[in-house]
């Protein structure tokens, strides 16, 4: 499992912070830069803002 996953999970736990909202998108576009991940993961993740 991505980083993605797990990442979902600790965001679940928070408050809606933009702050972290972008750090999360952020790294999610760092892991596809790198060829971690898959588009439909972050597509997935815009979704459900």
Known sequence: MSGFK???VERKGMKKQKE???KLLV???EDLAEGE???G???DFLDEE
Request: zero cysteines; glycine letters at 6%.
């Open 6 to 8: 797990r990442r979902v």
């Open 20 to 22: 972290f909202e972008d």
């Open 27 to 29: 790294e999610n576009l």
């Open 37 to 39: 991940g898959e588009v």
């Open 41 to 43: 993961e972050v597509e």
